[in-house]
């Protein structure tokens, strides 16, 4: 079977992100090579490979914070610092310090600092916007906590309240399943679904390999290069997983890859 | 010899005034320092301005503060960017990079600075410790007072702190906490840290020459740390720090000038004592701080362990009158002898601690003792039912659900049991199917 490849001719403008031979390297060692690929508005996309593969380092750098040694990315066809406004970003949980004096809504509200703007003080209608993005994800209760008081699962929907307060028409998402309880992934699906109701975009950078199936329309396998971007019906297979993973995919995630293929087909 | 100390406003209160003005502009900043697990950042430049004083000095031939500020300003920016050089390109761990940059920039000053020696006065030791005590002496005059030139000048540092500190407030929370974000959204991260350095340098200029740099760099590290462990609110840190500097400056002034005195010895350094009192603020909030202090922690401890303790004592009551029932159905109200002793062997306790117990169970109307020793009164007995019957619940649980051996389940049952509400004992009540006995054959009640 041939590896399926977006070719040049596929890059549209309207495409909610273009990525453009984007190659990143850390200390001259390639994180990413020549990653060529386009998301259409209103998917949900996993980007799924192992350890090391470059898939958080492939969200930074549509979002420009890491640097490219080459290539370009596009968001509904302009650079990044030029539609910033079209982003939301959900960091891994683990990027910051939760024993920061500041409360869930303090964090939530964070997400507005763009359309506030430099100096300006968050008034009253910011902290409502946030408690409403809040009320989404049900944790509008919590609002008044300290951060470190939250559980790991409350802790993820804080940050996804303020993905969501951003208003993004695209959203980057940096492992948001990671050690989650069953109710925050449910909810996270839940939330995920309604935004590509609403014709958002998002890239979730995934582990689960059980249930990508479940919860993406498209799926990117990246292993530095880009082994292959596409529908999952398409995509999602085991040869490209092993391809992938180069052959570190034990069986039993083969089983559930299997598994996986059914539910869709079913 | 025994002298009290004369209190003079012209002397004394210019002495607080700036040690005050000094600490909160020095406060103000080590929040966010702190918060950015920079706090040493502080220490390296307060070090690493020497060689910008040094080269300012050379070349302007004046102690003139202006040119002073610029060449350490320059220099302290300097200090920030080159750390993140060395960081990156020298690919060493932040802090060594740090050490590197401040060491260095520190060695270079010190050598200018002995190089001048011979042409020019200007002292390292001046320069690093500058005596708070001598800002009385050096008087600019502000309108119809004379003022301080170190006040003057400290209060201008406070109010520029203070005014970027609260216009940039915002950023400065958003890029201290979530830097990539902060990125992400255009407001950029090492613009603020660059802005940070910047405020930090000049701070640290403007009072190493009226209080030295020991207390400068106590004083960016010290109050904000104490404000983090009594709070979990930004603003509330910002505010509780500004008030432990003032108050570490105040107290530190009066201890220096009357402390010594108690024993027959002259005025001792007065930015030593700020340091040394705003150290003890730190210890008392380590102590004392509501949510992780040691009194707090041990408190709650005890607290702990003496409810548990209460709750098996209500528990060895209630077996000693199910094993009564059965023995001895006609006479259930016999308290079988149940006293100090025999309550402090059975929950494994001291006397004085089951003598305690059992009195504030009398109290609270739990039990109420009978000729014979105690018995259960009926909210004790109630209580002590549902803890039995959560122990029980729970061996029968752990034996079902994890399989544990018969000999493994009473200590676990026994931990749980103190930690079991009536809707989670419901609750295995159900997943346990509504057991009447438990693995040991003993009735659930």
Same mark, same amino acid.
């Given at each position: 079977m041939i590896i399926q490849r977006p070719t040049g001719s596929e890059h549209s403008l309207d495409a909610a992100l273009s990525i453009h031979d984007l190659t990143v390297a850390y200390h001259r060692k390639p994180v990413l090579w020549d990653v060529d690929l386009d998301v259409p508005e209103g998917s949900l996309v996993g980007i799924v490979g192992p350890n090391g593969a470059g898939k958080s380092t492939l969200i930074k750098a549509a979002m420009d914070l890491v640097p490219k040694a080459s290539g370009r990315v596009m968001i509904y066809g302009q650079p990044y610092r030029k539609q910033r406004r079209l982003v939301g970003?959900?960091?891994?949980?683990?990027?910051?310090?939760?024993?920061?004096?500041?409360?869930?809504?303090?964090?939530?509200?964070?997400?507005?600092?763009?359309?506030?703007?430099?100096?300006?003080?968050?008034?009253?209608?910011?902290?409502?916007?946030?408690?409403?993005?809040?009320?989404?994800?049900?944790?509008?209760?919590?609002?008044?906590?300290?951060?470190?008081?939250?559980?790991?699962?409350?802790?993820?929907?804080?940050?996804?309240?303020?993905?969501?307060?951003?208003?993004?028409?695209?959203?980057?998402?940096?492992?948001?399943?990671?050690?989650?309880? #069953?109710?925050?992934?449910?909810?996270?699906?839940? +939330?995920?679904?309604? &935004?590509? =109701?609403? /014709?958002? %975009?998002?890239? !979730?950078?995934?582990?689960?390999?059980?249930?990508? #199936?479940?919860?993406?329309?498209?799926?990117?396998? +990246?292993?530095?290069? &880009?082994? =292959?971007? /596409?529908? %999952?019906?398409? !995509?999602?297979?085991?040869?490209?997983?092993?391809?992938?993973?180069?052959?570190?995919?034990?069986?039993?995630?083969?089983?559930?890859?299997?598994?996986?293929?059914?539910?869709?087909?079913? | 010899m025994n002298t009290p100390f004369v209190w003079m406003w012209d002397l004394d209160g210019w002495i607080i005034a700036a040690g005050v003005l000094c600490a909160m502009s020095c406060a103000l900043l080590g929040n966010f320092l702190v918060l950015r697990r920079m706090s040493m950042m502080g220490d390296a430049i307060s070090h690493a301005v020497l060689p910008g004083i040094a080269a300012a000095f050379l070349l302007s031939h004046s102690r003139d503060s202006a040119w002073m500020f610029l060449g350490a300003a320059a220099v302290g920016v300097l200090t920030a960017v080159l750390t993140q050089g060395v960081h990156k390109l020298g690919r060493v761990d932040e802090s060594a990079a740090m050490g590197v940059v401040f060491t260095t920039l520190f060695a270079l000053g010190l050598v200018m600075i002995v190089r001048a020696a011979d042409t020019i006065d200007l002292d390292p030791s001046c320069v690093l410790y500058g005596s708070l005590e001598a800002t009385p002496g050096d008087l600019w005059l502000l309108g119809p007072w004379l003022v301080p030139r170190a006040v003057v000048i400290l209060a201008a540092v406070f109010l520029i702190n203070l005014t970027l500190v609260a216009v940039f407030f915002k950023e400065l929370r958003l890029t201290s906490f979530d830097p990539a974000l902060a990125d992400s959204l255009g407001i950029s991260a090492s613009a603020m840290q660059y802005l940070l350095m910047t405020l930090t340098a000049v701070t640290t200029v403007a009072s190493f020459e009226s209080v030295g740099s020991i207390i400068v760099i106590a004083m960016l590290?010290?109050?904000?740390?104490?404000?983090?462990?009594?709070?979990?609110?930004?603003?509330?840190?910002?505010?509780?720090?500004?008030?432990?500097?003032?108050?570490?400056?105040?107290?530190?002034?009066?201890?220096?000038?009357?402390?010594?005195?108690?024993?027959?010895?002259?005025?001792?350094?007065?930015?030593?004592?700020?340091?040394?009192?705003?150290?003890?603020?730190?210890?008392?909030?380590?102590?004392?701080?509501p949510r992780q202090g040691l009194v707090t922690r041990w408190l709650r401890r005890t607290r702990m362990s003496l409810r548990i303790v209460r709750q098996d004592v209500l528990g060895v009551l209630y077996r000693v009158r199910e094993l009564h029932e059965q023995t001895m159905p006609t006479n259930v109200s016999a308290s079988a002898g149940v006293d100090v002793g025999k309550i402090s062997r059975a929950v494994g306790i001291g006397r004085v601690t089951a003598a305690f117990c059992l009195w504030r169970l009398s109290k609270t109307g739990r039990i109420m003792p009978d000729p014979d020793g105690y018995q259960l009164t009926p909210t004790g007995l109630e209580e002590g039912r549902s803890l039995v019957r959560s122990h029980r619940l729970w061996e029968t649980y752990l034996r079902d659900h994890l399989a544990l051996p018969a000999d493994h389940l009473h200590s676990p049952a026994e931990k749980l049991e103190h930690f079991t509400g009536s809707r989670m004992q419901a609750r295995l009540d159900v997943e346990t199917q509504h057991p009447r006995v438990d693995p040991q054959g003993q009735q659930v009640p």
């Open positions: 970003y959900v960091p891994q949980r683990e990027s910051v310090d939760w024993e920061f004096p500041v409360s869930a809504l303090d964090v939530v509200a964070m997400g507005l600092y763009g359309r506030i703007g430099w100096c300006l003080p968050v008034t009253r209608k910011y902290r409502d916007m946030a408690l409403a993005a809040m009320e989404r994800v049900g944790i509008a209760d919590l609002a008044h906590r300290q951060i470190n008081q939250l559980s790991g699962g409350q802790q993820q929907r804080v940050f996804l309240a303020r993905a969501l307060a951003q208003d993004a028409r695209v959203y980057f998402m940096d492992e948001p399943f990671a050690a989650v309880d #069953a109710a925050t992934e449910k909810a996270i699906v839940q +939330l995920l679904r309604e &935004l590509r =109701a609403k /014709g958002r %975009t998002a890239l !979730v950078v995934h582990h689960d390999l059980q249930t990508v #199936a479940e919860y993406f329309d498209r799926v990117i396998l +990246l292993n530095t290069r &880009l082994v =292959a971007h /596409g529908p %999952t019906t398409q !995509v999602f297979t085991s040869r490209n997983l092993h391809e992938t993973y180069g052959g570190r995919l034990n069986l039993l995630d083969e089983a559930a890859e299997a598994i996986g293929r059914q539910k869709v087909t079913a | 590290i010290v109050p904000a740390a104490t404000a983090y462990l009594l709070t979990d609110r930004l603003g509330v840190m910002v505010t509780l720090s500004l008030v432990i500097a003032a108050l570490s400056s105040v107290f530190g002034h009066l201890s220096a000038i009357s402390v010594p005195r108690w024993f027959g010895y002259v005025d001792t350094s007065t930015t030593g004592m700020m340091a040394a009192v705003a150290g003890l603020f730190f210890g008392a909030a380590v102590i004392f701080s």
